[in-house]
């Protein structure tokens, strides 16, 4: 909105929300709307960010319950293992057969995680779940505490965007049915100011 006082035009803040004879209902709501959408955008967002994180902390606090490290040994020289090309700790380690006892007290072997050119027989630690079979290790420290931020972070935004979304729509469809009016209004005044111009 802008005043046409002066040689240029300046825009009024907070015009839709003060007393001037060219404000319309229609104006007044579409900034309740506004108000409304920004309000609710920041608590959703937030509240549904800070659920996300609490739900990914309490996932990781779980699995860390959940695992536990057993001794075991490599099987096989891990000298010409081939690498892993990304690790949750980004050690850099290489995969390589270990052998460990499960909790019943059986003995298994599969592929973990070891230092590269860890020899045969190198005592190594793995992570059994409760039936003794081979996970990754669960995140902790700042790895754990980036993927909580991240989830957080990625939730409040998704709630806060879907609401101002929402709002946006809302307002888009405000603005049509104020400019049907306002095409509505100018056919009914055009014929009265064609009237006056040829006369």
């Given at each position: 909105m802008a005043r046409t006082q002066g040689p240029r035009p300046r825009r009024v803040r907070l015009w839709r929300w003060r007393r001037n004879p060219l404000r319309r209902r229609s104006d007044l709501l579409e900034a309740w709307v506004l108000?409304?959408?920004l309000v609710l955008a920041?608590?959703?967002?937030?509240f549904c960010g800070l659920v996300a994180a609490g739900a990914v902390d309490g996932s990781l606090a779980e699995r860390r319950e959940r695992t536990r490290t057993v001794p075991a040994v490599v099987a096989q020289d891990a000298a010409h293992a081939p690498s892993t090309p990304?690790?949750?700790?980004?050690d850099g380690g290489v995969w390589a057969k270990v052998r460990w006892t499960a909790p019943d007290g059986?003995?298994?072997?599969g592929r973990a995680e070891v230092e590269p050119g860890s020899r045969?027989?190198?005592a190594v630690t793995v992570w059994t779940d409760p039936?003794?079979?081979?996970v990754s290790a669960p995140p902790e420290g700042a790895e754990a505490s980036f993927q909580i931020v991240m989830a957080g972070v990625t939730v409040a935004v998704a709630?806060?965007?879907?609401?101002?979304?929402?709002?946006?729509?809302v307002r888009a469809r405000m603005r049509r049915r104020r400019l049907a009016q306002w095409e509505t209004e100018w056919r009914q005044v055009e014929p009265t100011w064609r009237r006056r111009m040829t006369g």
């Open positions: 108000l409304a959408t920041l608590l959703l967002g937030a990304v690790t949750e700790n980004g059986t003995r298994r072997t045969a027989g190198t039936s003794g079979r081979l709630a806060g965007g879907s609401v101002l979304l929402g709002g946006w729509l």
